[in-house]
């Protein structure tokens, strides 16, 4: 699995867009960005995810850079409710990879009023 | 709701016992994973099953085990509990082809 590397804490303002970066030089080619994240002590919830292109849900948009070393998770308009640990992964590709990954600290994003 | 389904939520045992934890993947899914989460720590992969067999394991102690049944469902056992084994345990599940996991809401374990 590719290592990930996330800023331990962020904050943003309430209606403002929270943009959430995560460096992953050493991913291969193959291998899926994948966001989550934990409010409070609730389970893990999906975001997103991407290969290279940029993606969109309702959640949120994944920008991944060209090279594919670096993401962004942007959150268009942060509520309070969206204050929690953001996790950036890169598990390794089926068959052999799998969500068998170790998630880290994440980013802990604070919503601020 | 994310689909997948863990029982019990909350569980308080003493030091030197043995508990099981339930989960429930969502319908479909053949993979299920098992974390563990100590406080204010990351998320630990502990193992994880596809279709009824071990597929890959993490850090998990001799003292943990787990099976996933014909149904799909799994269990964790955890015996010979110690102090440390307080945490929160997560299971989640994941479609054929092994896409985005999905997590169930997790078991509070305390040893007292």
């Known amino acids: 699995d590719a290592k990930t590397t996330q800023p331990p804490s962020m904050d943003c303002a309430e209606g403002r867009a929270a943009n959430l970066p995560c460096n992953h030089s050493?991913?291969?080619?193959?291998?899926?960005v994948y966001w989550y994240r934990q409010i409070h002590s609730q389970g893990p919830q999906y975001i997103i995810h991407?290969?290279?292109n940029n993606e969109t849900n309702e959640m949120a948009s994944l920008i991944i850079t060209e090279d594919r070393k670096s993401s962004t998770l942007i959150l268009p308009h942060a509520t309070l409710r969206d204050t929690a640990v953001y996790y950036c992964?890169?598990?390794?590709?089926?068959?052999?990879?799998?969500?068998?990954?170790?998630f880290g600290a994440g980013t802990r994003l604070f919503v601020k009023a | 709701d994310s689909g997948v389904t863990q029982t019990p939520k909350h569980l308080i045992t003493a030091t030197g016992q043995r508990v099981t934890l339930r989960c429930s993947p969502r319908?479909?899914?053949?993979?299920v994973y098992w974390y563990q989460q100590s406080l204010d720590q990351g998320l630990q992969f502990l193992i994880q099953?596809?279709?009824?067999?071990?597929?890959a394991k993490g850090n998990i102690l001799e003292r943990f085990s787990a099976q996933q049944f014909p149904d799909l469902h799994s269990e964790l056992n955890l015996s010979s509990l110690e102090l440390g084994d307080s945490a929160l345990y997560f299971c989640?599940?994941?479609?054929?082809?092994?896409?985005?996991?999905?997590f169930g809401q997790g078991t509070r374990l305390t040893v007292v």
């Open positions: 989640a599940s994941s479609a054929p082809g092994e896409t985005e996991a999905f």
């Open positions: 050493t991913i291969s080619g193959n291998e899926y």
């Open positions: 991407g290969l290279k």
């Open positions: 992964i890169v598990p390794a590709p089926p068959p052999t990879g799998g969500f068998k990954t170790i």
């Open positions: 319908s479909g899914d053949l993979s």
């Open positions: 099953y596809y279709n009824g067999e071990e597929r």
